[in-house]
Nanobody, 128 residues
Framework: VQLQASGGGLVQAGGSLRISCTAS????????MGWFRQAPGKEREFVAA????????????LYGDSVRGRFAISRDNAKNTVYLQMNRLNPVDTSVYYCAAGESNSQGLGSDKTYAYWGQGTLVTVSS
């Protein structure tokens, strides 16, 4: 599976951005898809995930560090593409965002162990 992320860029705090990831090399509708991010000097962290048929979504929701209600993951299986709509962005959201694909949900949607395939990342920079 090859994953190509796009749509990153520079946005002001409070603004919105939608990033995309297109997959090839495997039946997209059979893949669990996720978004992760990594800020400079920090470990990679889970952001959002969506099941194969889009019947369930899952978001980072740690106290004081939540994207729930601001970010929305979606997918278009006809276009082999997963999206991450990011609203009310703030500077702490600045990161390289990676899309990832997995063939099953055996380790949980929020675990990077679920995802065998990773894209190259797209940089999102939020200015204050």
């Amino acid at each position: 599976v090859q994953l190509q992320a796009s749509g990153g860029g520079l946005v002001q705090a409070g603004g919105s951005l939608r990033i995309s990831c297109t997959a090839s090399g495997r039946t997209f509708s059979g893949l669990v898809m996720g978004w992760f991010r990594q800020a400079p000097g920090k470990e990679r962290e889970f952001v959002a995930a969506i099941t194969e048929s889009a019947s369930r979504t899952y978001y980072r929701a740690l106290y004081g560090d939540s994207v729930r209600g601001r970010f929305a993951i979606s997918r278009d299986n006809a276009k082999n593409t997963v999206y991450l709509q990011m609203n009310r962005l703030n500077p702490v959201d600045t990161s390289v965002y990676y899309c990832a694909a997995g063939e099953s949900n055996s380790q949980g949607l929020g675990s990077d162990k679920t995802y065998a395939y990773w894209g190259q990342g797209t940089l999102v920079t939020v200015s204050s």
